[in-house]
């Protein structure tokens, strides 16, 4: 179970993951991988600053 020895988010072995990090990239947020007896994605993006119009 979990990721296989060696992953490496650096050199996706499959497309649906190098999709998911395009979409990441674009949205200007992080990955990261994790788990014990499995496998965990974190997809982490900034929140979008508001920004009040003047009169």
């Known amino acids: ?12 072995a499959g497309f649906g993951l190098h999709l998911v ?12 991988t994790g788990g014990k007896g499995g496998a965990r994605f974190r997809m982490e993006y900034p929140l979008a600053e508001v920004v009040a119009e003047s009169p």
């Open 1 to 12: 179970m979990g990721l296989p020895e060696g992953f490496s988010l650096d050199d996706p």
């Open 21 to 32: 990090q395009i979409l990441v990239l674009q949205f200007q947020g992080t990955i990261t």
